[in-house]
T-cell receptor
Framework: AQSVSQHNHHVILSEAASLELGCNYS??????LFWYVQYPGQHLQLLLK??????LVKGIKGFEAEFIKSKFSFNLRKPSVQWSDTAEYFC?????????FGAGTRLTVKP | NAGVTQTPKFQVLKTGQSMTLQCAQD?????MSWYRQDPGMGLRLIHY???????DQGEVPNGYNVSRSTTEDFPLRLLSAAPSQTSVYFC????????????????FGNGTRLTVT
């Protein structure tokens, strides 16, 4: 069974700091990769996705992610975080009809 | 478009009671799924459906039943609730199935918070 690992459970940053959240997956076939964000009390919303082509994917709100096939990784980055980025972030891997999520990383941005 | 609609938003059950969580989407999506979200465990797939009359199990199907009689609706049934089923449940849908679903993100409902005492 494929698994998705997010290594950071809780990250605390000050505003304007740079962010990188790790995501690794175990499945070796063709996959789609996603990052979702969940703001407090809300449902998951799509940040960005990778399907094929350029491994550097840009999403909403200044987020980007890089797919490194050899490392089975899809790390999320943002050069300068804002207080409003405080949320939980989920990496997800999809193969055919099966979409699996990582355990999530809680990001707290201090003003 | 309302998107994915889940009802109820909150529910408290006693152990052994049964109930159905409702999910409806108005986007004509073929794929629908149910996840449960628990602290530190992310979202875990319970059941999914690739079209009317077709359902399959996900990671944690035990204790849950589903059916898909129409494209729009995908109810989740708890036949005999247990405290271990206390969780937040999300329904999600996406366009296309199989390889045609690639590049199609999941659209989530607002969730149902279920407490089993």
């Amino acid at each position: 069974a494929q698994s998705v690992s997010q290594h950071n459970h809780h990250v605390i940053l000050s505003e304007a700091a740079s962010l990188e959240l790790g995501c690794n997956y175990s499945y070796g076939g063709t996959v789609n990769l996603f990052w979702y964000v969940q703001y407090p009390g809300q449902h998951l919303q799509l940040l960005l996705k990778y399907f094929s082509g350029d491994p550097l994917v840009k999403g909403i709100k200044g987020f980007e992610a890089e797919f490194i096939k050899s490392k089975f990784s899809f790390n999320l980055r943002k050069p300068s975080v804002q207080w409003s980025d405080t949320a939980e972030y989920f990496c997800a891997v999809k193969r055919s009809n099966d979409m699996r999520f990582g355990a999530g990383t809680r990001l707290t941005v201090k003003p | 478009n309302a998107g994915v609609t889940q009802t109820p938003k909150f529910q408290v059950l006693k152990t052994g009671q049964s109930m159905t969580l409702q999910c409806a989407q108005d986007m004509n999506h073929e794929y629908m799924s149910w996840y449960r979200q628990d602290p530190g465990m992310g979202l875990r797939l319970i059941h999914y459906s690739v079209g009317a009359g077709i359902t399959d199990q996900g990671e944690v199907p035990n204790g849950y039943n589903v059916s898909r009689s129409t494209t729009e609706d995908f109810p989740l049934r708890l036949l005999s609730a247990a405290p271990s089923q206390t969780s937040v449940y999300f329904c999600a849908s996406s366009k296309g199935v199989g390889t045609r679903s690639y590049n199609s993100p999941l659209h989530f409902g607002n969730g149902t918070r279920l407490t089993v005492t």
